[in-house]
């Protein structure tokens, strides 16, 4: 399975900028896709960058990897304290050739923005 460890997560004013990453490692065949979600208190988890990523998200948020490095990167800008949440990575992954994919999750990290 896919292990993922994120980091990078903290306190930020408003209008400000953080950089998460998620480390990947495990045994698995492929990577299918990877991904970044989060979840603030009380709502459901939110999809935020990734495949498919909405316009609105992508303007503020912004996905990269290094696959020399087995991390994934997400760069927020712009904050608000909306964004406020527990941010994680997800992968999807084939543990076989013949296998069925397999989502993976990271235990997450805080983002919390004040005003």
């Known amino acids: 399975q896919v292990q993922l460890v994120e980091s990078g997560g903290g306190l930020v004013q408003a209008g400000g900028s953080l950089r998460l990453s998620c480390v990947w490692s495990g045994s698995f065949f492929s990577i299918l896709g990877m991904g970044w979600y989060r979840q603030a208190p009380g709502k459901q988890r939110e999809f935020i960058a990734g495949?498919?990523?909405?316009?609105a998200m992508k303007a503020r948020f912004t996905m990269s990897s290094d696959n020399a490095k087995n991390t994934l990167y997400l760069q927020m800008n712009n904050l608000r304290v909306d964004d406020t949440a527990v941010y994680s990575c997800?992968?999807?992954?084939?543990?076989?050739?013949?296998?069925?994919?397999?989502?993976?999750w990271g235990q997450g990290t805080q983002v919390t923005v004040s005003s």
């Open positions: 997800a992968a999807e992954a084939l543990l076989s050739r013949e296998g069925s994919p397999v989502r993976s």
């Open positions: 495949a498919d990523a909405s316009s």
